[in-house]
Each structure stands twice: as structure tokens, then as C-alpha cells.
């Protein structure tokens, strides 16, 4: 994933459970009139995705510059037309969207970068083969300097010998939210790294590798109070983390 510039130092991981067979009606609607105008109030739709282990997961993020920016850009966005507008067709499709965890890079030059290549424009329909992958890592305490340290040292290293270099690395944001009528996760500790496949075939090859290294996670279980999790995620047709 080429890049050009830094993209967020607040990022919002978004997991919805919808009503069965109803993927696809949010994913249209959101793709044809949810991007762009978020975009205009000052937030980064950084990605939207199909979870490809739960049919009726849809999981998303976006990025603002800070806490004091994200209030004021979803403040304008739930306040504006578009939302108006479409709300009630959304929320139809939902059954839970508190599922949010709120994150930040590790380090300045571990978060995400804008892409050199412009997001599809509205009406695209070809879907991209790429996969991403969110693993989360549940912790004891906050994420400190020694965790990071071992990830770096002992983890960094083979994961790309496992065909999953990572893209980025984020932390639990432990900042107060700053728009709380959009609840997030509270009282958890995440340490977190993201991961962009060509294809399912590498992503498939990247399993077969990590099931196979006994010891590749094994660095990380002294901070770990629950197994890691891993997202398979499927990008949309205009997301642009692809």
C-alpha cells in the first residue's frame, strides 16, 4: 500500500451485527451516499468490509486527526442532512453497532497512510480481491513500553516469514469520549496490528504458516488476558484500505 502521508491519530474500529440477510442493503447504501459525506465533515473513512467468518458482520473504520476533531466531525455528520435522510434505512438493517472499539497508533509512524491511488469513485461495483486482517490482542493492563519492545523484537520479525507483514499498530485510545452518543468499549486494554493481503490465496497460505509455528505469539501471552483475535475482512467496492 503505497504511501503519501500520515492518515489519523484517532481511529474508530466499528463492528455491527445485522439482521440477517441485510449485509449487503447496508453496504450499498453506505458505499453510494455514507462515504463522501463523512469525508466533508472532516473524519477519514479509512475502510469498509465484509467479515468473511460472519455473514452478518459489517465492520468499518474511520480516522480523524484528534479527539476534539472527532467530536466536532460527527457532531456534523449525525447532525446533517445526509444522516437525516438516511438514518431510518441504516438503522433497519442493524442490531447492534456499540461494538466499537477506539484506538490509536502505538508511535506517530506506526498508524496508517493515505494511499497514492484515489478511492474508487460512487457507482463502482468491482469488488477487490485483497484481504485485511485485524488481529487484536486483549491485554492485562494497558499497553506499555515493554510490550511494544518484545512485539517489536520478537514478534515484528516473523511475521512477515508468515507472509503478513504488518501495516500498522494501535493501542486503546484511553481518552474520554468525546461524543457519547456513539458508545464505545470502555474498560479494555487492545493492542492491535493490521495486515493487507493481494488475495484470499495468500491469506489462506499466511493460515496454513501460522497454525503450523507453535511459538510465533507465544512473546505477547505474559500481557494477554484472553486469546488473540483475528478479523478477516473483505474490502468493499469503494474502500479505500484495500
Avoid at 489519523?8 to 449487503?24: I, K, N, W
Avoid at 447504501?29 to 465533515?41: K, N, P
Avoid at 481518552?175 to 495486515?195: I, K, M, Y
Wanted: aromatic share 8%; proline share 10%; net charge neutral.
Amino acid at each position: 500500500m503505497p504511501s503519501q502521508s500520515a492518515c489519523c491519530s484517532v481511529l474508530e474500529l466499528r463492528q455491527y451485527t445485522l439482521r440477517p440477510g441485510q449485509r449487503d442493503v447496508l453496504l450499498s447504501l453506505f458505499d453510494r451516499a455514507f462515504v463522501d459525506s463523512q469525508e466533508a465533515t472532516g473524519m477519514h473513512v479509512i475502510g469498509q468490509f465484509r467479515d468473511e467468518d460472519r455473514p452478518d458482520r459489517f465492520v468499518w473504520m474511520r480516522g480523524f486527526r484528534d479527539m476534539a476533531s472527532r467530536r466536532e466531525a460527527l457532531g456534523a455528520f449525525y447532525g446533517g442532512p445526509v444522516w437525516k435522510e438516511h438514518r431510518d434505512a441504516a438503522n433497519a438493517t442493524m442490531l447492534d453497532s456499540d461494538n466499537v472499539l477506539l484506538l490509536r497508533p502505538v508511535r506517530p509512524d506506526a498508524g496508517l497512510v493515505h494511499p497514492c491511488t484515489p478511492r474508487p469513485p460512487p457507482g463502482t461495483d468491482a469488488r477487490p480481491d485483497s484481504r485485511v486482517e485485524v488481529t487484536l490482542c486483549y491485554l492485562k493492563a494497558p499497553a506499555d513500553d515493554a510490550l511494544v519492545a518484545s512485539f517489536k523484537q520478537h514478534v515484528h520479525p516473523l511475521l512477515p516469514e508468515l507472509g503478513a507483514a504488518p501495516k500498522a499498530l494501535f493501542q486503546t485510545e484511553p481518552a474520554e469520549n468525546t461524543f457519547p452518543a456513539l458508545p464505545v468499549r470502555t474498560g479494555e486494554h487492545v493492542f492491535a496490528w493490521l495486515t493487507v493481503f493481494p488475495d484470499a490465496a495468500h491469506h489462506r497460505e499466511h493460515l496454513r504458516r501460522r497454525a503450523a509455528s507453535k511459538a510465533w505469539a507465544q512473546p505477547l501471552q505474559p500481557w494477554l488476558r484472553a486469546p488473540l483475535e483475528h478479523l478477516t475482512l473483505s474490502p468493499t467496492a469503494r474502500s479505500e484500505l484495500r
